[in-house]
């Protein structure tokens, strides 16, 4: 055997072994860091009809608002914001208590997600068709209001259909 060659030997492997070992724990560590905490998502539908109970409210545009994150948070308000082309805010009206089944604040606990509604009025029908109409919800977790920008959709529903889905559940 070469003089020079080195034999590894069982302490070099548990060595190594355990550098590997205590690698990937720091790396879940950091991944789980980065990523903790409070993630809304938000998705949006125009155009709808809201049955509630035997309740009917017209041309709504309804919010699902999901926490994905690992942190609850409390949904303050919920409203809408019209800006201009260059993204500046020309109007900014919050909607109070609009609250489908559970009215606010509510406190979204992670994997939950709460269902919300905004009149969907002549004038802010206008600003969707334009492309200039975002949901802006104001959450505990941030000073900022999560926002996203409200399409045209055409599914309305009808008693019909919120007959079925009762019937199918």
Not at 56 to 84: D, F, H, M, R
Request: hydrophobic share 35%; with cysteine; charged share 20%.
């Amino acid at each position: 055997m070469n003089s020079n060659e080195k034999k590894y030997d069982l302490t070099d492997f548990a060595a190594w072994w355990g550098a590997a070992i205590a690698t990937l724990l720091a790396a879940t560590q950091l991944y789980s860091f980065v990523f903790s905490g409070v993630q809304i998502s938000i998705d949006i539908t125009s155009n709808r009809d809201l049955m509630y109970g035997e309740i009917q409210i017209p041309n709504v545009v309804l919010v699902e608002v999901s926490n994905n994150g690992s942190e609850a948070c409390t949904i303050k308000n919920l409203g809408y914001q019209i800006k201009n082309s260059e993204g500046e805010i020309i109007q900014d009206k919050l909607h109070i208590s609009s609250g489908v089944y559970n009215p606010l604040p509510h406190k979204l606990e992670p994997g939950s997600y709460w269902l919300g509604y905004l009149p969907q009025t002549p004038e802010l029908e206008s600003y969707i068709k334009t492309g200039n109409a975002y949901v802006s919800l104001f959450c505990s977790d941030s000073k900022k209001p999560y926002t996203q920008k409200i399409t045209v959709t055409h599914n309305k529903s009808s008693k019909k259909d919120a007959q079925k889905a009762r019937a199918s559940s």
